[in-house]
């Protein structure tokens, strides 16, 4: 009947609200004026949700119908953020919404501010894959996002005198109307025990796996629509259990823990986002929980592909696989034993099938986050797999051997398994092997993996590297995060197409004098900054003026993203300001934010000494007028949101050769920032894009920094040559910060002026050169609005879907498949 039809499906304002009222009454089991805020969130979730599924299901009967050939994205990490706005952006019912709240006499923001975001990611990797997923679907190509559904996601942040304290993410605690439970999509997971070999049936060698711990993974569904087109893919979550929750003997005999225990146990193993960034923990449960979903997703793909399509021998043409890092690297040893073992295929078909599935992005080049794992850890937690792992080296290196003959040094330098010391597998070696493509995430960096990390494969294999520069999903950092300026761009541009075709704001380009166009421009960048100023005063109590700069870093604590430069260049502010008031200087608001993976004690500090000048700057009259310093806590995908439109100077200062791409600089330039950055990962391609005369370069280059490095680099020279330098790090000592207390911050001084491995030192007196001229720039308005402007218009490039049509083309040679929106 077509009103029921209508109420679950239908997008108009009167649809949207009788549906929501029917969801607030059949699902939440209330009525108007008793509800919480928690029913009128989930009442307007399950509103938008039955339009999801609505085009979920067309979508899977034409992928399963059609055999449609399919990507699976494999990622420990999906940093999804809210889900309930972008999903009305993506359905094209925003304005329909928010006019149906009107009419409800609903606070249509208090239901969006109602939703925990799944921080289900620590940051730019987790991040990409959830624009990733956005692209896939907005690019119409059939794709499934397999990872983790972790109890808990990373911590939130409170900000306690000054320190970072860590407070577990209970995100599930309202449950999650986004997710669809498959009770009966699970498999099992094992670990441990020993290996068998036998004959089989037809005389065969086999092996079998005896393994001493059993439990099972169970799928969880999200949706994941495309913008303004009927294409919805799916991004499937495992969730740890124990394959038998309940031990009746062990309760029987009063053992009630042993009751219980397999559950605990299994469970564990999805509990929880190990918090760390890049420096690898190297944790039996972290192998684990990686070896877990890949085991489960990889079981899945076989299991379509026998539902769907048939024999496995043409697994690699109905499925491509991309390793999202080294994280599910496990992936190319678990799929040969799942063909060997499993399905009986013999080791050269099942090593065919498995070099032509898999494709490895590499995110970092940072030593310490290339994972390796002790050999013995390995043989006791994935017996079969150190086996696999072991031929597959034997098999690579004779290929090694071949190509460079005698070169012994060549093979060890090579080998999946590093010898010296503790013997120890090497997951991006493994990962190389056993993929066809290997890709960086930004020209400067696919450069740097195929110079230096992975060289020797480069020398192998050149064909299989490539690039392809990352890109961020403009509907929700743009659309979602900024409606006035994309209400703006809209007008200016005369459609919204370039929601979808970001090439387009190059419209924009003509406007960038357009006096009036500059005013509405600064209106709405005002706007935000307000907003943000309000958010800022009621949680950190910091009053900001919407007037003057903000200065934006925000991303990740690490050293090589240099907070601790920025935090010295405020401290000669503020320098300046106390040794001649009167002088003149282009007020600042500096908005820093960020975690710190809970163990990293230095980065921690940094945090602290951040919020330790803000208390000392922020109540100092004879400086407070002028500059200002806030740390936003909690940064994540939300508070990001927020961030991002008011951001007027956008800082990217790590030290050439470190940031893989980064993404946060796509996001802030999008929404109108201008970037102070030096020459790393993407900022090279974004000033590339922009213009030099759009974009404000200092410090040093890759190659600068390695002849420094090579010529034996000694930061206290630096300190010592520099008098402004040395009073700023000298104040930092003398305990100002600290309530005389003058050891606090010596960790992070002495560190600075003995070690300084990220060079913040030596590029220190060019980055102060650099922050006045762009003080210079703000002081004519018009000249900062056009590069604004001009700044958006050639941002482009920088769209996910973008990225995901160079995998598609370049890499996954694969084709989209439109599903007609009804
Ligand atoms: C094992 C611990 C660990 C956890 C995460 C990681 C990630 C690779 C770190 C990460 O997020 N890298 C970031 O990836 C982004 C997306 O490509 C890039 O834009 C950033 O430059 C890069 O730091 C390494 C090691």
Redesign the pocket.
Same mark, same amino acid.
């Given at each position: 009947d077509p009103v029921r039809e209508h109420t679950r499906t239908g997008l108009s304002k009167a649809a949207l609200m009788q549906a929501y009222i029917d969801n607030l009454f059949y699902i939440q089991g209330r009525f108007r004026e008793v509800a919480t805020p928690h029913d009128r969130y989930m009442a307007a979730a399950f509103t938008a949700r039955d339009r999801l599924l609505d085009r979920w299901l067309k979508s899977a009967q034409v992928f399963k119908t059609t055999h449609a050939r399919t990507v699976c994205y494999l990622s420990a990490?999906f940093l999804l953020g809210p889900h309930l706005l972008n999903n009305l952006v993506n359905l094209g019912i925003t304005r329909a919404s928010r006019e149906a709240a009107t009419e409800m006499d609903l606070d249509f923001n208090a239901i969006l501010e109602e939703e925990e975001e799944p921080g289900l990611g620590?940051?730019?990797?987790?991040?990409?894959a959830a624009c990733f997923m956005d692209s896939l679907s907005t690019c119409q190509i059939p794709a499934i996002g397999y990872g983790i559904r972790y109890e808990f996601g990373i911590f939130d942040q409170a900000i306690e005198d000054g320190w970072q304290v860590e407070k577990s993410d209970t995100w599930l605690r309202n449950g999650n109307p986004w997710e669809i439970p498959r009770p009966k999509i699970r498999f099992p997971v094992l670990y441990g025990g020993y290996t068998q070999s036998y004959q089989d049936q037809d005389g065969r060698a086999r092996t079998r796996w005896v393994p001493d711990q059993e439990i099972d993974g169970m799928a969880y569904d999200t949706p994941v629509l495309g913008y303004g087109v009927g294409n919805v893919n799916l991004l499937r979550l495992w969730k740890a259990e124990a394959s038998q929750s309940f031990d009746f003997q062990a309760f029987n005999v009063g053992d009630y823990y042993g009751a219980v225990h397999a559950k605990i146990e299994a469970e564990t193993i999805s509990k929880v986002l190990?918090p760390?960034?890049?420096?690898? $923990?190297g944790k039996a449960l972290?192998l684990k929980q990686q070896f877990f979903f890949v085991s489960c997703s990889l079981q899945d793909m076989i299991r379509l592909h026998l539902n769907t399509v048939g024999p496995l021998e043409t697994f690699a043409d109905k499925f491509v696989v991309q390793l999202n890092?080294t994280?599910p690297s496990l992936a190319v040893a678990e799929l040969m034993r799942l063909l060997m073992d499993e399905q009986g295929m013999e080791w050269e078909p099942a090593w065919d099938i498995t070099r032509r599935t898999f494709c490895y992005?590499n995110?970092?080049l940072l030593p310490e $986050?290339l994972?390796t794992w002790s050999v013995n850890l390995f043989e006791r937690l994935l017996p079969r797999h150190l086996e696999i792992v072991y031929e597959i080296n034997r098999r690579f290196l004779d290929e090694v051997r071949m190509r460079f003959l005698g070169d012994e040094s060549r093979v060890a330098r090579m080998s999946l398994i590093a010898e010296e010391g503790v013997r120890r597998v090497r997951m991006a070696h493994l990962a190389v092997v056993g993929s066809r493509a290997v890709n960086g995430?930004?020209a400067l960096h696919s450069e740097l993996v195929k110079t230096t990390i992975l060289k020797d494969f480069h020398d192998l294999w050149p064909e299989k590297f490539h690039n392809v520069t990352?890109g961020v999903t403009p509907r929700r950092f743009m659309v979602v995060s900024n409606p006035r300026l994309a209400h703006l761009i809209t007008e200016v541009c005369g459609d919204d197409r370039w929601i979808r075709d970001l090439g387009r704001l190059r419209e924009l380009e003509s406007h960038a004098d357009d006096p009036e166009v500059q005013a509405r421009w600064r209106q709405v960048k005002t706007a935000a900054k307000q907003d943000l100023a309000v958010w800022l005063r009621q949680n950190t109590g910091v009053e900001l003026n919407p007037a003057v700069m903000f200065d934006v870093l925000a991303k990740?604590f690490h050293e090589y993203k240099r907070q601790h430069l920025s935090i010295l260049h405020v401290i000669r502010c503020y320098q300046r300001l106390k040794q001649n008031p009167g002088q003149e200087m282009v007020p600042r608001a500096f908005v820093f934010g960020g975690k710190a993976a809970p163990g990293y004690y230095l980065a921690k500090l940094i945090i602290k000494l951040i919020n330790s000048v803000a208390e000392v700057i922020n109540h100092d009259p004879q400086v407070n007028g002028s500059i200002r310093v806030v740390f936003m806590p909690d940064f994540n995908v939300k508070n990001g949101q927020r961030l991002y439109p008011a951001a007027d100077l956008s800082e990217q200062i790590s030290l050439a050769g470190k940031?893989?791409?980064?993404?946060g600089n796509m996001k802030f330039s999008m929404n109108g920032a201008l970037t102070i950055g030096t020459l790393d990962?993407?900022n090279v391609e974004i000033r590339e894009e922009v213009g030099a005369e759009n974009f404000f370069l200092f410090g040093m280059t890759v190659d600068e920094v390695r002849q420094k490095q090579s010529a034996g680099y000694r930061p206290w020279d630096i300190y010592n040559g520099d008098p402004e330098l040395k009073a700023d790090i000298d104040l930092i000592s003398s305990g100002l910060f600290s309530y005389g207390d003058t050891n606090l911050f010596r960790p992070l001084t002495d560190h600075l002026l003995h070690q300084d491995p990220f060079m913040v030192l030596a590029d220190y007196r060019a980055y102060l050169d650099c922050q006045e001229r762009v003080g210079a720039v703000w002081r004519d308005p018009a000249q900062w609005d056009r590069m604004s402007i001009l700044n958006v218009a050639r941002m482009g490039k920088f769209s996910s879907d973008r990225a995901i049509r160079e995998y598609a083309e370049r890499i996954w040679q694969i084709e989209p498949l439109p599903v007609a929106l009804n």
């Open positions: 990490e620590n940051g730019g990797l987790g991040r990409l190990y760390n960034d890049e420096p690898e $923990a972290r890092d994280h992005t995110h970092t $986050a994972e995430v930004a990352n990740r940031e893989a791409s980064g993404t990962g993407a």
